[in-house]
């Protein structure tokens, strides 16, 4: 069954920190999104990428790398981690911006 | 830019109740529209896709009409079950690149 898969399930870490977040979809799709979830924000895209080595930048890129190394990974880099981006994250992947979208179970992150 | 709007942050309803959440948009384009539903613990997944060819959409007891003239798209059900507690997301295409969120309606059905 087609999946978009993300680990880890739950991440803490040090402010100042580096820390890496992993998607994998085996929908064969060429769209895959990063977004955040926070409490009274919704669903914000960081980073997107249209395929492998394409990366595009979205609504709240400020301290977010990210990185396409296959049709099947994308990866979100936080360098340098601070506690405002302690949030649930949401790996997606599509056929197009205006196909459906599969999203992962998410990745909560802890920057203490 | 492209933007969505959610205002009822939050609804509760009793079992049998009629549900309507209202989403307003605004964009220089006719985008294809979106309402997500997410549920406890889990990723958002797809409810509804209503583009401009067709206006209007049904699934699982839901359906999502889209009003280019008021720029809106209101999501409705006539009789909620508990179930459907959730939280329920407005998105829009944004220009053929990539979906925007709305800030979402949590809806709690009482029983």
């Known amino acids: 069954e087609a999946a978009v898969t993300q680990s880890p399930r739950n991440k803490v870490t040090v402010t100042g920190g580096n820390v890496t977040l992993s998607c994998r979809q085996t929908?064969?799709?060429?769209?895959m999104y990063w977004y955040r979830q926070d409490t009274g924000h919704g669903l914000r895209l960081i980073h997107y990428?249209?395929?492998?080595?394409?990366?595009q930048i979205g609504d709240v890129p400020d301290g977010y790398k990210a990185t396409r190394t296959t049709q099947e990974d994308f990866f979100l880099l936080l360098e340098l981690a601070s506690p405002s981006q302690t949030s649930l994250y949401f790996c997606?992947?599509?056929?197009?911006?205006?196909?459906?979208?599969?999203f992962g179970s998410g990745t909560r992150l802890l920057v203490i | 830019g492209d933007s969505v709007t959610q205002m009822q942050g939050q609804v509760t309803l009793s079992e049998d109740d009629f549900l309507f959440i209202n989403c307003t948009y605004s964009?220089?384009?006719?985008?294809?529209l979106f309402w997500y539903v997410q549920y406890p613990g889990e990723g958002p997944q797809l409810l509804l896709k209503?583009?401009?060819?067709?206006n209007k959409g049904i699934s699982r007891g839901f359906e999502a009409t889209y009003d280019k003239g008021t720029t809106s798209f209101h999501l409705q059900k006539a009789s909620v079950q508990e179930s459907d507690s959730a939280v329920y997301y407005c998105?829009?295409?944004?220009?053929?690149?990539?979906?925007?969120f709305g800030t979402g309606t949590k809806l709690q059905v009482v029983p």
């Open positions: 990428s249209y395929g492998a080595g394409n990366l």
């Open positions: 209503v583009t401009t060819a067709n």
């Open positions: 997606a992947s599509s056929d197009a911006a205006n196909s459906d979208y599969t």
């Open positions: 964009t220089t384009w006719y985008p294809t």
């Open positions: 929908n064969s799709h060429n769209y």
């Open positions: 998105v829009l295409e944004c220009s053929g690149t990539y979906q925007r």
